[in-house]
Structures are given as structure tokens and as C-alpha cells.
């Protein structure tokens, strides 16, 4: 498992570098399952939300996957409001080893 911080308000303008570093993440060949902590996000837009799907298709080609956390309730919100609860795996805590 490996575990990706994220923070900050993430759009049009922070979107991209999200996407690279977690793309990173994605592409080391032990990464099984990345965890995206976004605990310290305080504003997700679509462009945001884009750049984690993007991220999830390089996992879902490996059969890896793919697993958001601690999202404050307004990320949550945006999530639930674009159908993206029911594409990614949201949990209040990081899966445990």
C-alpha cells in the first residue's frame, strides 16, 4: 500500500501536478493499492476529480487499486454530486495493512 498526502485546494490551476505525483505513485510496480489522503484538501473542482480518474486508470490497467481518504465533507459532496462515490472507494481512515 502506499499512501499519497494531498492538500490544499486542488483545480483547474493545482489539478496537474496532483495528477503527476500521484501518477508516480501509481506507476512504481509495488503499488498494489494507493491510498490518496486527502484529509488537507479544503476544495476539490471537476478538473480535480479528472486528474483522480486519470490516475485510477493507470492502477485499474495493472489490477491495482485505488482508494480515497478522509475527505472533508466537501469533498465528499463534490464526489457524491459528479456519481464519484460510486467509482472510487472513499473511507474515513486509511486502510489498514
Avoid: K, N, W, Y
Avoid at 14 to 34: G, H, I, K, N, Y
Avoid at 70 to 85: E, H, K, S, T
Wanted: charged content about 30%.
Amino acid at each position: 500500500m502506499t499512501v499519497v498526502p494531498v492538500s490544499g485546494e486542488i483545480d483547474l490551476a493545482t489539478a496537474p501536478a496532483m495528477r503527476d505525483r500521484l501518477a508516480d505513485a501509481a506507476r512504481d510496480e509495488d503499488c498494489e493499492c494507493l491510498v490518496v489522503d486527502l484529509a488537507d484538501v479544503v476544495f476539490l473542482d471537476a478538473s480535480g476529480v479528472g486528474a483522480l480518474v486519470a490516475v485510477r486508470r493507470i492502477l485499474a490497467e495493472r489490477g491495482s487499486r485505488m482508494v480515497l481518504a478522509r475527505p472533508r465533507p466537501a469533498v465528499v459532496r463534490v464526489l457524491r454530486i459528479l456519481g464519484m462515490d460510486r467509482v472510487f472507494e472513499i473511507v474515513p481512515a486509511p486502510p489498514v495493512r
